[in-house]
């Protein structure tokens, strides 16, 4: 499921005689002494799955599953099945073309194997990045790495489904819930007879943790299952903890867990490319840019930080044919309830709002709470609305708007993009 239809549906759960309560909205900025910056944290899916091996092989001639069993024996007795003993695809990615992207950054269009995510993948940097262009590749390589392992822990040690709640009563027996930590990107900083310890990480706020390693714990070389002999002191590692929390019900109906549970180390994985190439700011250097969704025309970031600006333009929920669109653009015209935005194609797109929200964020809460980054001609805008598929209207009304905006590190202090 996209983003944008999870939001949709998010939205059509509102009843239609709601009004948002922005009193209470700026009450609660006003208490933050931070800016905290909503970042878009759930993960696309592709629900279309495809035809299992077996489901392929039950459709072969017979002449065909001949030829592959011999083929299979040849394999093994080459001593290539090694390779099916890998844990995980190792990720491989390669860059296909440099150019300027539509935002004036520096760009890459990549081919990708082995990571979660399409076979083809651009990035941009930030303004503020970190690294150069020609680190992009590899910093992607390594992040793929990373959710690779991070996918095989959760699988391997991860509770299959998520206890049920509901039907835990008040001062019930707890219901447990296995969790599983993958660490960030550390070092092996110290081996002991009977506990490993791992650097901490200072700039992330990751703290350094001295571990209990007994013998089942796993040891990962190059993806393949190997020994503590092969791991040393001062390898670039990652490491899999796993705990179990409590969850009880209160008497006033809420759910209190056990935040503090102990942690058993379960595997200890050695990374396969230089330390620096996993460091998260340079991960955070890179927006990804994909077709907006429903605007096959126009280029999107993909999953940015951004400010919102409007949020609940009324049911706006996915029936029959409608569908929840985006799309991003530069600020081309400011007519309080009208916001002209040209996208990436060129295309300009009239958004409509119920009210001022652009001179209403400017006004009282740019200065306040977001650096003085006011929305000016120039400025990118991402707006999401419902419309039907087959539909393209330039003139829209708007169910989201978001005033985009560049962020590296938690800390920085908030520029538009």
């Known amino acids: 499921m996209k983003d944008l239809d999870f939001d949709a549906l998010l939205l059509a759960a509102k009843p239609d005689d709601y009004l948002a309560d922005t009193k209470f909205t700026d009450t609660v900025m006003q208490k933050v002494q931070h800016s905290e910056i909503l970042l878009s944290a759930v993960r696309k899916m592709d629900v279309n799955k495809k035809e299992t091996f077996i489901m392929k092989f039950k459709h072969l001639p017979r002449i065909a599953i001949v030829a592959i069993a011999l083929g299979a024996l040849v394999v093994v007795s080459t001593g290539a099945y090694a390779a099916y003993q890998l844990l995980w695809a190792k990720p491989e990615v390669h860059v296909i073309e440099s150019k300027t992207s539509v935002s004036g950054r520096d760009e890459v269009l990549l081919s990708t194997s082995g990571c979660d995510t399409t076979s083809s993948t651009r990035y941009e940097l930030k303004k503020g990045a970190t690294i150069e262009a020609d680190r ?6 390594a992040h793929c790495e990373l959710q690779a392992i991070e996918n095989w822990a959760q699988q391997l040690y991860g ?12 001062n019930s027996k707890p219901v447990r819930q296995t969790i599983v930590v993958t660490s960030m990107a550390t070092h092996l900083q110290m081996k002991q007879e009977n506990s490993l310890t791992f650097a901490g990480l200072d700039t992330y706020g990751w703290p350094k943790n001295t571990l209990k390693a007994d013998k089942n714990v796993k040891y990962i070389v190059d993806g393949k299952n190997s020994t503590a002999d092969e791991i040393k002191e001062g390898d670039p590692v990652v490491y899999v903890a796993t705990g179990n929390i409590s969850m009880t019900r209160n008497q006033n109906g809420s759910i209190d867990t056990d935040n503090n549970p102990e942690r058993t180390l379960v595997a200890v994985i050695k990374l396969s490319m230089p ?3 996993y460091d998260q700011f340079a991960w955070q250097s890179l927006s990804e840019r ?7 025309n126009d280029d999107c970031v993909a999953g940015g930080a951004s400010i919102d600006l409007y949020m609940g333009g009324g049911n706006a929920g996915i029936s029959g044919n409608t569908i929840m669109k985006e799309i991003q653009g530069n600020v081309v015209g400011l007519n ?13 797109f009239t958004v409509t709002t119920p009210t001022d929200v652009i001179s209403d964020y400017n006004i009282n809460k740019a200065g306040r709470y977001y650096n003085n980054q006011e929305v000016i001609l120039g400025s990118s805008i991402s707006v999401q609305y419902a419309e039907d598929k087959n539909a393209q ?9 978001r005033f985009q905006i560049e962020l590296v590190s938690k800390g920085d202090p908030v520029k538009a993009y």
């Open 136 to 141: 992009i590749s590899a910093v992607v390589q």
């Open 336 to 348: 309080k309830y009208k916001t002209s935005i040209r996208s990436s194609s060129g295309t300009i």
């Open 275 to 277: 330390f620096e190439d």
């Open 290 to 296: 994909e077709t907006c969704y429903g605007n096959p």
């Open 159 to 170: 509770d299959q489904a998520m206890p049920g709640l509901n039907g835990l009563e008040n």
């Open 393 to 401: 209207a330039t003139e829209i009304s708007a169910s989201y708007m």
